[in-house]
């Protein structure tokens, strides 16, 4: 320990055994799937920040250069180890561990490489099943409980969305931003899902929990659709769920959410067309205030367009602004659609839009694949259980249903 602490005693080593208590503390809590993201990088900027700062300080202190040692050391550190570097590293990180720490406890567990999400919620709607799917990819991490085949409630690791769909007059409702990052920090510290923090404190009414709970579960769910890439799970069976589970049961059915989970994805590709980089800024057409002068915009559609000004782009506008990415997306075409924005992609990226009918065409179409059922090859029914009926197998192999691969 001297060793890694340069050979010094008393307050080194005392501070080198408070960040291995640390470290272990992180693994220990990945270990059981409850960290966020949030706890590794700040780990990183606790280490790295505050050790590499220390030592630029003696470093400028010993070469006797004119200025005040603390302010050059924190701008130097802060112009090398940018946020990105910090996401990049984190996730590095995170990705060790995970494989590192990841329980052998689980029933199934794998990535959507192998198995998409929208077969395997299907899969385990089909089987009735009970217990906890935890889904996650490089920026989030989500718990969907299941009872019986549906989910019963959504527990996102970190909620970031701070605009939610309102009731009659009002389209949408604001979670007040010290609010919203309470919530996520209690997440952390105390394992509570984040919605039943915002019930607690009074930003949802009791009567209306249940509802909002499916509603934003249900974007939650569809989000996951939409950007499945780099993403893992781990299924485990339960014989008892969480009491908030029941109290509050979403009782989401699976099928209308992949219903509507695949438009939403035929949505998105027009979306990406228009705004292919969405970190490229976004301009406003020449005469935008001569235009929405005669249009009727909410609250909430007139902050966004304040901040087109061609130096924000999609994601700092929806940060800025608090939707989720969907929802800015749609907001954005349409603007696009009204020749009030100037899209990213050009005019010639903008489609048509589809009709009622057109939409639920391309829907049928994109589903029309998990109809073709065949034979599951031997070596997953003797994973799965040979049937519906084997009680020690994990009862999936009764489906019989492959999914053909050719679809997107």
């Known amino acids: 320990m001297e060793v890694l602490s340069d050979g010094e005693s008393g307050e080194e080593s005392k501070d080198f055994e408070h960040l291995m208590g640390r470290v272990r503390e992180l693994v220990e809590r990945r270990a059981q799937q409850i960290n966020t993201k949030g706890e590794t990088k700040d780990l990183l900027c606790e280490v790295l920040f505050g050790r590499l700062n220390k030592g630029f300080q003696e470093f400028i202190q010993s070469g006797e250069l004119v200025g005040d040692a603390r302010k050059k050391a924190d701008f130097l550190v802060g112009s090398v180890l940018t946020g990105r570097i910090l996401d990049e590293i984190a996730t590095i990180l995170d990705r060790v561990l995970r494989d590192a720490a990841m329980p052998h406890d689980y029933h199934l567990a794998g990535r959507v490489e192998f198995i998409r999400l929208h077969e395997l919620l299907q899969l385990l709607s089909s089987g009735k099943h009970t217990g906890r799917l935890m889904v996650e990819r490089p920026d989030t991490q989500i718990d969907l409980y299941l009872l019986n085949g549906s989910i019963g409630f959504v527990d996102p ?80 069976a339960l014989e008892e769920v969480p009491e908030f589970v029941t109290k509050y049961n979403a009782a989401l059915p699976i099928m209308p959410l992949m219903l509507e989970g695949h438009k939403r994805i035929d949505d998105w590709r027009a979306i990406a067309k228009a705004f292919p ?61 009204e020749g009030i924005i100037e899209p990213p992609g050009g005019r010639d990226s903008l489609d048509h839009e589809l009709t009622a009918e057109e939409s639920m065409e391309a829907v049928e179409e994109a589903l029309m694949v998990n109809e073709s059922l065949e034979a599951i090859p031997e070596s997953l029914d003797a994973i799965f259980g040979e049937g519906a009926e084997d009680e020690q197998g994990f009862g999936l192999g009764f489906l019989e249903a492959a999914r053909e691969d050719g679809d997107d």
């Open 157 to 236: 690791h970190q909620f970031t969305q701070r605009m939610i769909r309102g009731k009659g007059l009002s389209p949408w409702r604001e979670i007040p931003e010290e609010l919203s990052s309470d919530a996520n920090r209690v997440r952390i510290e105390e394992g509570v899902p984040i919605l039943l923090t915002l019930k607690d404190r009074g930003y949802f009414k009791e009567e209306e929990f249940k509802n909002q709970l499916r509603a934003i579960g249900s974007e939650l769910i569809y989000d996951l659709l939409l950007r499945n890439q780099d993403t893992s799970f781990s299924y485990k």
């Open 277 to 337: 980089d969405l970190d490229e800024p976004i301009a406003p057409a020449p005469d935008l205030f001569t235009q929405i002068a005669e249009m009727s915009l909410g609250v909430v559609e007139i902050k966004v367009l304040t901040m087109v000004n061609g130096e924000n782009s999609f994601t700092q506008v929806r940060r800025a602004v608090g939707l989720n990415r969907y929802d800015m997306g749609v907001m954005l075409l349409n603007f696009a659609h």
